[in-house]
């Protein structure tokens, strides 16, 4: 349970996230993320990073539970920066990250996928920000490298969801296989990259994020802002709360 990381095969490290039921990550556990992505990538036998998850779905974003115990804004600062560092750790790792999605891919995880370089995923999957039904903002930045700037809008707005397959048709999600078939699909883009010389796969990493046409990290952390407000001004609570009298009443009515 937790982040883990280990040696799949030469100059392939995989990083998997595992937080039962959902991977929704508390604070402390993007922060382990960021960490694993790093160290991964620092270590110069890397060629490329499989980012993955264990469970029911790929990620549920943050951890609301830690929020809603807290009586002041410190959960969600650390918040905000883990996902901060996290974002930053993928689309910063020195080498290539490939990103094997299962099920769902919900707020903070479109965060991942969104900065990661190739994205690999199971045919049940699904993507989407739920942020405005959370009183919450941001990642953004990241849906709008996957999908048409209206269509981010709308999803945005509406709180929808796109399927792998539609995320496909729009070329941002490179293979989509059975779900049994997902780690399988994912190594092999892996070793494929791990297969060319590690000081070309570096230089091209960075050269790729040099002539990025959006600065991911300022634009993010300007989304983070609005988010801030929201809490300040006490909306984000009202809606949190509600958020909560629903899912009550939705295990009452099992």
Not at 208 to 217: A, C, F, K, R
């Amino acid at each position: 349970m937790g982040i883990n990381r280990h040696t799949e095969s030469d100059g392939v490290e995989v990083v998997t996230v595992d937080y039962p039921p959902v991977n929704a990550l508390p604070s402390d556990g993007w922060f382990a993320l960021a960490d694993a992505v790093r160290e991964a990538g620092r270590d110069q036998n890397t060629r490329v990073v499989v980012l993955r998850a264990e469970g029911r779905g790929f990620n549920a974003g943050v951890d609301i539970k830690e929020m809603n115990r807290d009586t002041g804004h410190t959960a969600l600062i650390r918040a905000n920066h883990g996902c901060f560092e996290a974002f930053a750790a993928v689309y910063d790792c020195e080498v290539p990250v490939v990103t094997a999605v299962n099920g769902f891919c919900l707020g903070g995880g479109i965060g991942l996928v969104g900065n990661s370089d190739v994205i690999v995923a199971s045919d049940d999957a699904t993507f989407g920000l739920p942020e405005v039904d959370r009183g919450a903002l941001g990642a953004a930045t990241h849906l709008a490298r996957l999908v048409p700037q209206h269509l981010m809008r709308t999803m945005f707005y509406t709180a929808g969801t796109l399927t792998a397959q539609q995320l496909y048709h729009y070329g941002s999600v490179y293979k989509v296989v059975p779900r049994p078939e997902l780690d399988a699909a994912a190594m092999e883009v892996a070793k494929n990259i791990a297969n060319k010389d590690g000081r070309v796969i570096r230089a091209a990493k960075r050269a790729l994020n040099g002539i990025d046409v959006q600065d991911v990290h300022r634009s993010y952390r300007y989304e983070q802002g609005f988010t801030m407000e929201l809490n300040l001004a006490g909306v984000a609570d009202e809606i949190r709360a509600r958020f909560d009298d629903d899912l009550a009443a939705q295990k009452k009515g099992k």
